[in-house]
């Protein structure tokens, strides 16, 4: 049997991607290979975002080459945001590539693996839904974005802002449900932007309330967020909708009002810690996640210190941090030089870590002794794990003593915390009513 293998980095978005041509693919009758020097058909859903993963990327192809240069039947293709608008410069460098796909553009790699096997894909591919979802899956609910911060390549690469239709989405949420599904996360590169370009016009908040609404769906998240896009409605939406998880990643990127300038962030540092005050009012125990950048084309070391202040009061339960490095064709390569040596972005992304770490020892610390209910995703060094609804990683230490199983749900009392993940002991196994909000219970 021909043999495909889909190599993923990058976000949440390739991940989807991914798992949505797998069901194209072995919708063809291909079946799935663990190894992408032996695969048949080699896709590689790439990410540019920063040079190291692009690196990432270009190494796989140059080890690609010598699979293709001993099997010249073996196929490969590459798709996500490496591949630009136009293809010309990478078929040049890259001429054991036999197909360009840009994000969301499955047909070019489905034509091609159907040559392979001699099938036309055209009538045999029903939906790109994965046959057997994991218990907690993606669904992506906009593609491209529109923001076009200075440093950013992506709106080049994944194009302007498209939502996908309301009843849709909430479609494709009841099939994935009917397969298994107990948690989705609605995905956009910028998802509070979602539904401005529909007709009429919807927002993030109306399709929460939708999905809410689907029975047996227990659980709904929703990433990545925007300052300047997160209005009360999507908020209170969060606070309010009985599934909606409490926990919201809003990047900030950067402490400093000269530095989100020129990033283009479109808001000042008081703005958006006035939207953290205003999302804390409404959801009082809701988790929050950021991302920052350290670094960035003429940051000082003031500047710098006011990244850290951000952390220190606001108090993230993650940070998703990262040292600048400029993309080529974005505002920042063409119009801010980059001002900072690498070993002096290597030591302030160490300092910012250090003191995030701290910030998560002690967030987590004071969880010890609570109970929780956790949505059990998967297994680790042979003890099951899961997630709360604000999305802390849970290992279950005494799972066998109880009927647990990857997706249902335990009540869990917290026995040990680290800064990154949290242990506990099964209290009780349960199937909650889809929509029950968490319950925390004292020691």
Known sequence: MTTYH??????????????????????????????????????????????SAEDTATGMLGALKKCKDADPQRRIA??????????????????????????????PILKMAGETVGIDPDGCIRELLPADPKVATFIPIIHGCDKFCSFCIIPYRRGREVSRPIDELVHETEMLVERGVREVTLLGQNVDSYGHDLEPVHDLADLLCAVNEVDGLDRVRFLTSHPSDMSEKIIRAVGELPKVCENINLPFQAGDDDVLERMRRGYTRDEYLRKIDEVRSIIPDVALV??????????????????????????????????YSVRPGTIAARQHPDTVPVEEKKRRLAELNALQEGICAEINADLSGREFDVLIDGHSKGKLQGRTRTDKLVYLENSETFETRIGGFATARITGTSPWSLRAEVTATETLAAGDRLRVYSA
Do not use: Y
């Open 6 to 51: 889909i190599w993923t980095v990058g976000c949440q978005m390739n991940k989807a991607d991914s798992e949505r041509l797998a069901s194209g693919l072995e919708q063809l009758g291909l079946s799935e290979c663990d190894d992408p020097r032996s695969a048949d058909v080699v896709v590689l859903n790439t990410c540019v975002v920063r040079q």
């Open 78 to 107: 590459v798709m996500g945001c490496m591949v630009g608008p136009t293809t010309d410069d990478l078929r040049r460098r890259f001429p054991q590539v036999d197909a360009w796909a840009r994000p969301q553009e499955f047909e």
């Open 290 to 323: 950021t991302d920052v950048i350290v670094g960035f084309s003429g940051e000082t070391e003031p500047q710098f210190q006011r990244t850290l202040d951000i952390l220190k009061t606001v108090r993230f339960d993650k940070v998703h941090s990262a040292a």
